[in-house]
Nanobody, 128 residues
Framework: QAQLVESGGGLVQAGESLRLSCAAS????????????MAWFRQAPGKEREFVAA????????YYGHFVQGRFTISRDNAKNTVYLQMNSLKPEDAAVYYC?????????????????WGQGTQVTVSS
């Protein structure tokens, strides 16, 4: 059974950094499966969920939402079955619940994939 567990959220001041982690488990999300895509989304109160970043276990190509503008970096540690989201220069508008998501897909653009597996989310709060 596939499971995603996020960690690393918290309260920071504007301009500071935070790193989120997402540990994946279950054969469905195996790091040996080239179809698996791992992603981060976020949802702020009263707003729609939006795509943040994504990558595959076995590719270095990364995908980012338009608002990232070089401030966030997605990375992975295959040995730990873990995906990270390094967030720098945080702004108050980055405050949201951040979700890890995964899918098995052959679709090339990971920004447009329907993600089937979701974590419980981790809260990020940014004070001004």
């Amino acid at each position: 059974q596939a499971q995603l567990v996020e960690s690393g959220g918290g309260l920071v001041q504007a301009g500071e950094s935070l790193r989120l982690s997402c540990a994946a488990s279950g054969r469905t999300l195996s790091r040996y499966d080239s179809t698996v895509a791992m992603a981060w989304f976020r949802q702020a109160p009263g707003k729609e969920r939006e795509f943040v970043a994504a990558m595959r276990w076995n590719e270095d190509r990364t995908y980012y939402g338009h608002f990232v503008q070089g401030r966030f970096t997605i990375s992975r540690d295959n040995a730990k079955n873990t995906v990270y989201l390094q967030m720098n220069s945080l702004k108050p508008e980055d405050a949201a619940v951040y979700y890890c998501a995964a899918a098995r897909t052959l679709y090339s653009d990971l920004r447009r994939v329907k993600y089937d597996y979701w974590g419980q989310g981790t809260q990020v709060t940014v004070s001004s």
